[in-house]
Nanobody
């Protein structure tokens, strides 16, 4: 059974860093693109970043220059390194996946086939 499990969330002060992990089980990552999404209280879930099979990446403007997505197919894990965190980054972060061609990835909610349950990131002093 295909599953995604996020980890690495927590409480961090503004300006701090966290690294989120998305571990896959029940399938190999090789044929799939992965996206990171987040949902803040009272807001809709939004796409943050994604990575294709060929390691091409996309970042939303709100996180560009601060977040870095990467993947390790051997470890079946995708990472989201988050630096210079701001209070507005506070949200539940989800990873999601779909089978994809080599050079594309997706940050549209309705484009994804499988979702993790999320990990909470709180940025506060």
């Amino acid at each position: 059974q295909l599953q995604l499990v996020e980890s690495g969330g927590g409480l961090v002060q503004p300006g701090g860093s966290l690294r989120l992990s998305c571990a896959a089980s029940g399938f190999t990552l090789d044929g799939y693109s992965i996206g990171w999404f987040r949902q803040a209280p009272g807001k809709e879930r939004e796409g943050v970043s994604c990575i294709s099979r060929s390691h091409a990446t996309y970042y939303a403007d709100s996180v560009k220059g601060r977040f870095t997505i990467s993947r390790d197919n051997a470890k079946k894990t995708v990472y989201l390194q988050m630096n210079s965190l701001k209070p507005e980054d506070t949200a539940i972060y989800y990873c999601a996946t779909r089978y994809s061609s080599a050079y594309v990835c997706y940050v549209r909610n309705n484009a994804m086939d499988y979702w993790g349950k999320g990990t909470l990131v709180t940025v506060s002093s």
